[in-house]
């Protein structure tokens, strides 16, 4: 089993940045698809971005494609999401999660067999 914890969240302004990281413990997180979701009060969890194994291969939602950036460094077991020009609608608490049964990378969230606790973000207008 992988462990997974995220940092990185806080309080930001609309149109600044802020750079979350998971840091992946028990297991080499190059054996995982990785993953962020988020999930606002009140809505469904969503897919954010998300990276396979070796890097090669990404996917964004189209609410963040060119604001945001996912990037993974195996030697490191740590996977990041860079996000820029962020907006109040961003605002959720944000998830890594990461699956040992997906080829290439899948934007379901039950597909996704490890998780981490979250780490809030919030855009104020």
């Known amino acids: 089993q992988v462990q997974l914890v995220e940092s990185g969240g806080g309080l930001v302004q609309a149109g600044g940045s802020l750079r979350l990281s998971c840091a992946a413990s028990?297991?080499?997180?190059?054996?995982?698809?990785m993953g962020w979701f988020r999930q606002a009060p009140g809505k469904e969890r969503e897919f954010v971005a998300g990276?396979?194994?070796?890097?090669?291969?990404?996917e964004y939602a189209d609410s963040v494609k060119g604001r945001f950036a996912i990037s993974r460094d195996n030697a490191k077991n740590t996977a990041s999401l860079q996000m820029n020009s962020l907006k109040p609608e961003d605002t959720a608490a944000y998830y890594c999660a990461a699956s040992d049964t997906v080829f290439g990378t899948s934007r379901l969230p039950k597909r996704y067999n490890y998780w981490g606790q979250g780490t809030q973000v919030t855009v104020s207008s």
């Open positions: 990276i396979n194994w070796s890097g090669g291969a990404r």
């Open positions: 028990g297991r080499a997180l190059s054996n995982y698809v």
